[in-house]
């Protein structure tokens, strides 16, 4: 396993992988530290939150400069990814007592109600494109529900992985809470398998997703997934064109372009879509490219050289096609990690830019004739992650976001996750949920708890 620097092109450090003597002495460390956990109070639970919470804030600058060094992304990106962490884990001290109270369900018992209760050791099997976001968004959760954790982050990426372990360790969490284990992606299998995991969450790409889901289902294990995306960006004629164009550009380079709900199919209304694209143009060109070190770089380099080589054959193809360039970019070599912005119009389906999650600044130009063949084309791909839809007229974006297929829709704004609100896809994006209520009670035993006995007088009178 390797520590790599895709600006340099060079191998910072090399991991051996945990042998299997290793991996069965975390799972058993895990194991019964669970029997500990689960018997904490919410109290004791949040102090550890708030204390992660805390590092993660005192670590921003060393957890910013490893995300550059390891994955590309900038050093003020990778702050503000550390800040979101630890806002996530404090919200969750604050709430998870209040959203896994008991829920008293009338019924013909004394007394009935549903408990909910975590169910054990909860691995996780997470991508290298927001390093520490997509684990704590999973961790903070599952850790205030009694749960603990296991890591199996992506390859190339390890020092992110080890450095949120030690955060975790760090802030009072007992050893064996949560574990990174440095495995190759051939190892998963075997953890779901053990009946000591309980549950699997993933996020990645839907060819992964959907190896995990099937070993998670010989073994009955619970799951959610979030998978890729091709988000729709929706931009009727009535739009306001300025505050829409500079969106576009902005949710087109979040992470250089690698992120699931960073938009990249763009459903434009004819009339307006000459001055969008020529908008949209000149705010991608505009993004500084450079050393993600240094603070006035907006993007930096992709991951790994090959996944620029795959995205440079994706709009190879769709331009063989009959896609037009309109903005040109991309590697300046085969082999580079660099992706300077391209923007593709004509954009048809059967081309990779239309029908394929393009994981890189690759933006996709498809034009409608009015709302009705907006919401069909917004709609058309086997994805269904995030969208956005922009319109002055509020009333019409609203009933525009029911219509259309995704697991979030965002009127005149740009998409995030945020701890308050659930997250999570339809389609081949996945299913389950992360982050809000929802996500904290995806890995719980939802027990249903009946009280035999004559009712109360006041329940009774009220039941009748």
């Not at 609203?398 to 659930?422: C, D, H």
């Amino acid at each position: 396993m390797e520590s790599y620097n895709p600006y340099t092109d060079k191998v910072l450090r090399r991991f051996t992988p945990h042998s299997a003597a290793q991996v069965e002495r975390m799972l058993a460390q895990a194991d019964k530290t669970f029997q500990q956990w689960r018997r904490t109070t919410f109290a004791e639970r949040a102090q550890v939150l708030h204390r992660a919470a805390a590092l993660l804030r005192e670590r921003q600058d060393e957890l910013a400069r490893l995300m550059a060094l390891e994955m590309g992304k900038p050093v003020t990106d990778g702050r503000a990814e550390a800040q979101k962490c630890a806002l996530t884990c404090d919200f969750y001290a604050e709430h998870a007592e209040h959203m896994l109270r008991d829920e008293p369900v009338q019924t013909e018992a004394r007394r009935s109600y549903i408990a909910h209760q975590p169910l054990g050791a909860v691995l996780a099997v997470m991508p290298w494109n927001f390093p520490l976001w997509q684990v704590v968004r999973f961790a903070a959760p599952a850790l205030m529900a009694g749960n603990v954790g296991l890591l199996k982050h992506a390859s190339n990426v390890p020092q992110c992985a080890l450095a949120l372990e030690k955060i975790f360790r760090d802030a009072g969490l007992p050893q064996g809470g949560f574990r990174t284990l440095l495995l190759e992606s051939k190892a998963v299998e075997p953890l779901i398998a053990d009946d000591r995991v309980r549950a699997v969450t993933l996020t990645g790409s839907e060819g992964a997703g959907s190896q995990v889901a099937a070993a998670a289902g010989r073994y009955i294990k619970k799951t959610v997934l979030e998978l890729g995306g091709s988000d729709a960006f929706v931009v009727l004629a009535d739009a306001d064109l300025g505050l829409a164009a500079k969106t576009a550009a902005q949710a087109r380079m979040i992470n250089a372009g690698q992120s699931c709900i960073a938009a990249k199919r763009f459903v434009v209304e004819k009339s307006v879509s000459a001055e969008f694209m020529d908008r949209m143009r000149e705010h991608l060109q505009a993004y500084r490219a450079g050393d993600p070190l240094e603070e006035l770089t907006q993007y930096g380099p992709l991951a790994r050289p090959d996944l620029a080589d795959d995205l440079a054959q994706q709009v190879q193809k769709s331009v063989a096609a009959g896609a037009k360039v309109v903005l040109q970019g991309g590697q300046p070599k085969a082999g580079s990690a660099r992706f300077a912005p391209v923007m593709l119009a004509n954009v048809k389906p059967g081309m990779p830019a239309y029908d394929e999650e393009t994981f890189g600044p690759v933006a996709s130009i498809l034009v409608a004739r009015d709302e009705q063949q907006a919401i069909r084309l917004a709609n058309d791909s086997r994805f269904g992650l995030g969208a956005a839809v922009w319109t002055r007229d509020e009333e019409r974006g609203q009933r525009v976001a029911r219509e259309l297929e995704a697991g979030a829709v965002f009127v005149n704004a740009l998409v995030k996750s945020s701890p308050e609100m659930p997250f999570g896809g339809v389609k081949k994006s996945g299913y389950g949920r992360e982050l809000s209520h929802l996500g904290i009670k995806e890995f719980v035993n939802q027990k249903s708890i009946w009280v035999a006995g004559e009712k109360p007088e006041a329940a009774k009178n009220l039941a009748e």
